[in-house]
């Protein structure tokens, strides 16, 4: 099976495993024999073993965290326990403390209901689909084996300095001669694990900042706020008339940003511009950027004006990540904020992604709605259809329209139809300069799959 399409998992997805929270796979129940598999797996030599285990701030993170640490103690790793963290921070955190694992409790950008596990290797980097099916193996079999003598049992402590050494990594993205003095900027943390931490990093580096989305009670993570749902911090810049509006996802990896105007950025423009401004200093590796399939045609005209490619791969910020180590790429991520600079960190990083556009407006001093419009995208509409038992993609009939829908719009444009990796949705997507027959295709394809949907 081709690299950028994934075999099917049972418990892992695009990003870790995820659900409904206190029912399985979510459930304590499972999170204990993962820290146990998890454990055994990453168990090799004879050093002290260490797993850090970070979350953000749903009121499931407090029923996960304490079984995954059981199973690892068990396991006879050492746990270090650091709270409320953003997931770039948990995976700068892995490589830094040297230790072989390390563990994210999120569900990103998902309603509190929901929780999921990222794990990260000791690299700092997400797992493989081979390590993760090794892991599910183990999973699903005597767990006995994982269990260590008593005198070997692990043990678990808080880092209490944790945020301070994120704070201090992210500023360190951000050019020591420049500062962030005479901007008003309005930071939406979406209740999430970066409530705490953007704020801080922001204000340091010399910025007026106006905060929402901090003040989270377990339930209202992503409600209303967050890179998801931009609306009220689009009106919130343009009441406080703020240069940038910058809005985090519930676990601070992904970032969409707004400009004074209220307009809303998306990835491909932050990649774009990004990309603009590390060609011109000769920081661009790999002469290319990397994205997923979702990204807009706009976004890859626009480097091929400049004589740089735009590699696809398969949505999720894993596959990003993996293609940019093959082909030495240091800019890559997706149009819903992922953002990916690993001469930063090894995973997708909302603020530091924010830090690198604020670069550009100190540097140009342009106001954001001129710097951040790299380029027109092409007409592009996404649909979500929620289904019920087997996907709909398995069927003929499915089958046979999309097949038609993409014929029909030949050069003209393309069709992209994918389930979720996190929940039962499948998501359909058209693109092409004709609006109107973007509109049109994408309807019938979502018609099509609804028909089946019902009909099972």
Request: charged content about 25%; proline content about 5%; glycine content about 10%.
């Amino acid at each position: 099976m081709p690299k950028d399409s994934p075999p099917p998992r049972r418990l892992f997805g695009t990003d870790g495993i995820r659900g409904t929270a206190n029912c399985a796979p979510m459930d304590a129940a499972t999170a204990l024999r993962l820290g146990q598999a998890a454990g055994r797996y990453f168990n090799r030599g004879d050093h002290r073993h260490r797993v850090v285990i970070g979350k953000d701030t749903r009121l499931s993170g407090y029923m996960l965290e304490p079984a995954l640490t059981a199973g690892f103690v068990g396991a006879g790793m050492d746990v270090v326990l650091v709270g409320p963290l953003p997931t770039p921070a948990i995976a700068l955190l892995t490589r830094s403390l040297r230790a072989d694992l390390g563990v994210m409790i999120s569900a990103s950008h998902n309603p509190y209901e929901d929780n999921g596990i990222k794990l990260f290797g000791p690299d700092g980097l997400k797992l493989t689909d081979e390590q993760e099916a090794a892991i599910e193996t183990l999973m699903s079999g005597d767990l006995t084996a994982a269990l260590v003598a008593p005198s070997r049992l692990g043990r678990a402590s808080r880092l209490e300095d944790a945020p301070g050494r994120y704070i201090e990594a992210a500023k360190s993205s951000f050019p020591r001669g420049h500062t962030l003095e005479g901007l008003r900027i309005v930071v939406d943390c979406a209740h999430g694990a970066a409530y705490k931490v953007a704020p801080t990093v922001l204000w340091e580096l010399g910025a007026e900042v106006v905060s929402v989305g901090v003040a989270p009670d377990g339930f209202n993570i992503n409600k209303g706020v967050g890179s998801t749902a931009p609306a009220a911090l689009a009106a919130l810049v343009q009441e406080r008339r703020a240069d940038l509006g910058i809005a985090l996802d519930g676990d601070a990896d992904r970032v969409v940003l707004v400009d004074e105007r209220g307009q809303v950025v998306d990835g491909d423009q932050i990649l774009a511009l990004i990309a603009r401004s590390w060609h011109a200093r000769d920081q661009l590796r790999g002469g290319a950027v990397v994205a997923t399939v979702m990204s807009n045609m706009g976004l890859e005209r626009f480097l091929a004006d400049r004589g740089l490619k735009l590699q696809r791969t398969a949505v999720g910020d894993r596959y990003v990540g993996e293609r940019m180590r093959e082909t030495g790429c240091n800019l890559g991520g997706e149009q819903s904020g992922h953002m990916i600079m690993p001469d930063f960190g090894t995973t997708g990083d909302g603020l530091i992604a924010a830090l690198q556009v604020l670069d550009v407006l100190v540097e140009e001093n342009r106001p954001a709605s001129e710097v951040l419009r790299c380029f027109e995208p092409l007409p592009q509409r996404l649909v979500n259809v929620r289904y019920g038992g087997a996907s709909p993609l398995n069927d003929a009939g499915v089958k046979a329209a999309i097949a038609a829908e993409s014929e029909a719009l030949g050069t003209r444009g393309r069709v992209l139809i994918r389930a979720s990796g996190t929940e039962p949705v499948i998501r359909v997507m058209a693109e092409a300069e004709d609006e109107a027959l973007v509109e049109a295709t994408v309807s019938r394809l979502a018609e099509a799959i609804r028909a089946k949907a019902r009909a099972a």
